[in-house]
Nanobody, 121 residues
Framework: QVQLVESGGGLVQPGGSLRLSCLASGSIANINTMGWYRRAPGKQRELVARVISAGSTNYADSVKGRFSISRDNAKNTVNLQMNSLEPEDTAVYYC???????????????WGQGTQVTVSS
């Protein structure tokens, strides 16, 4: 019913930039929060950045000043601009949306399939 499709991952050298995009589609009634999480090898999944429908944002301390999240509510998309990338940013990045479908009154989490970001020289 609902799909989150990510794009934009890849291999980049330290100090480089990448832009991740995510499109939510399907029987969506309303989206509360959209954001990005990541899971590095051997680590737990962690929040990278998210934006709430009213426009407020949260960032992980490790990415503040380097990453920027933006959201288009009309298009159900969220983007993550990643600058000054470091090897420690290497991870699988997952798009997340907290949303309600047209057949439910309950908000729940939906996840994309993940996109690999590798920062290496």
């Amino acid at each position: 019913q609902v799909q989150l499709v990510e794009s934009g991952g890849g291999l980049v050298q330290p100090g480089g930039s990448l832009r991740l995009s995510c499109l939510a589609s399907g029987s969506i009634a309303n989206i509360n929060t959209m954001g990005w999480y990541r899971r590095a090898p051997g680590k737990q999944r962690e929040l990278v950045a998210r934006v709430i429908s009213a426009g407020s944002t949260n960032y992980a301390d490790s990415v503040k000043g380097r990453f920027s999240i933006s959201r288009d509510n009309a298009k159900n998309t969220v983007n993550l601009q990643m600058n000054s990338l470091e090897p420690e940013d290497t991870a699988v990045y997952y798009c997340n949306a907290v949303l309600r479908t047209t057949t439910s009154f309950v908000y729940r989490d939906y996840w994309g399939q993940g996109t690999q970001v590798t920062v290496s020289s």
